[in-house]
């Protein structure tokens, strides 16, 4: 995940209510539910110490929920009377629902709950070109038609001479529509910076397609023989392999993290002590959480600047903060990833497998930022 996003978060002064919820349910009684437990929820707010207009906004979030949103969850974080995210989730929370009132907000639990979804273009292909979408943790949205020549594109029965030259002429429309599609599909991804590509449509074309793309894409591609231009039944199939897509890439790129973490040796910090010293000097280049880390929730101390932070409230005198707060190590960690540019990851070793050690590690950058990633 890049973290980047929850910068807004970061630019005003806590303290922060931050709710996740469960909302993966859809039936006659779903608003009457949202109200429930959007009231619970700020009850919870007003006897953790919320003010009573950050208590409203979350209110206001949680209960104006569009009818027939279909997200497995939501995270709401406020402070000062206001929202300033409200996070749709791709994954159900262990718990129905998960509220703090802290000096940061509660954000380490997007990492497997939202973020990690993968950036993604989908082809609809046939052989007049394609239509194009682009799917984000945010949603999908339309990303443009490509269209190609549209004569000749079928074939005749005949087998005659003309009718070899005609055929000739079709494939020729074919992988000149072919290449025209394979274009724009890689513009697409250089726009977006997808991490995925997934092409769909009939086995000829998609394969067509397949080949033109570059070979630094060629990774990044996936191919389904559900869905098409003319949509119908098998739109269901084509989310679903998808979605199935995705999920196998986020696994792909957590198992590699891991593999670069415990090959790294002298370029990795794990503990709570040795990573507050990286952070501090702005050298975490990838934090990697294991979500059930004991050492995920250990207390730091932290100022108002993203490095400065401690293991013991009286070393944050020294960093240029006279009143630390509390805080958790992780949501502490993750602040400093995300306000320097460091990538932050959830992984899920095999069982019996504690790396990295406590729960929480990363992958270094050079000394005192000087912008090299291990």
């Known amino acids: 995940m890049e973290p980047a996003f929850l910068t807004p978060l970061y630019e005003r002064p806590g303290p922060w209510a ?3 919820v469960d909302t993966g349910w859809t039936d006659e009684s779903a608003a009457a539910r949202r109200e429930l437990q959007a009231r619970d929820i700020c009850d919870e707010l007003a006897a953790l110490g919320c003010d009573e207009a950050t208590g409203a906004a979350v209110y206001e979030a949680l209960t104006a929920r569009p009818d027939g949103a279909e997200d497995a969850g939501r995270a709401v974080y406020a402070a000062g009377g206001e929202v300033v995210l409200d996070q749709p989730l791709s994954a159900r929370p262990p718990a129905p629902m998960d509220v703090t009132w802290s000096a940061l907000p509660r954000v380490a639990p997007l990492l497997d709950l939202a973020a990690q979804d993968p950036v993604c273009v989908v082809a609809c292909i046939d052989r007049l070109g394609a239509d194009l979408e682009v799917r984000t943790p945010l949603g999908g949205r339309d990303a443009g038609t490509v269209g190609g020549r549209e004569y000749p ?6 087998a005659d001479r003309s009718a070899r030259h005609f055929r000739q002429s079709v494939e020729n429309t074919w992988e000149h529509n072919a290449a025209e599609t394979a274009a724009a599909v890689a513009q697409c991804q250089a726009d977006t910076h997808a991490d995925l590509i997934v092409l769909a449509g009939d086995p000829r074309e998609r394969a067509a397609v397949h080949r033109r793309l570059p070979e630094a894409l060629q990774d990044l591609v996936v191919e389904t023989e559900h869905g098409g231009r003319a949509g119908g039944a098998s739109t269901r199939l084509l989310d679903e392999d998808v979605d199935r897509a995705r999920r196998e890439h986020v696994r792909r790129r957590a198992d590699h993290e891991l593999e670069r973490f415990r090959s790294a040796h002298e370029a990795t910090a794990e503990g709570v002590p040795a990573l507050v010293e990286a952070a501090r000097q702005h050298r975490i280049a990838e934090l990697l ?8 929730g250990r207390e730091v101390w932290i100022g108002a600047e ?13 960093l240029g903060e006279t009143r630390p707060e509390p805080a958790r190590a992780d949501d502490a960690l993750l602040r400093s990833a995300a306000v320097t540019g460091a990538r932050g990851e959830c992984v899920h070793p095999a069982a019996g497998d504690d790396i990295p050690a406590g729960g929480l590690g990363a992958l270094l950058r050079g000394p005192y930022g ?5």
């Open 306 to 318: 993203p490095d400065q932070l401690s293991v013991h409230r009286s070393d944050a005198r020294y």
């Open 289 to 296: 959480v294991r979500p059930d880390g004991p050492d995920n």
């Open 18 to 20: 931050s709710v996740q």
């Open 153 to 158: 594109v079928h074939l005749t029965g005949r």
């Open 370 to 374: 000087d912008g090299e990633r291990t």
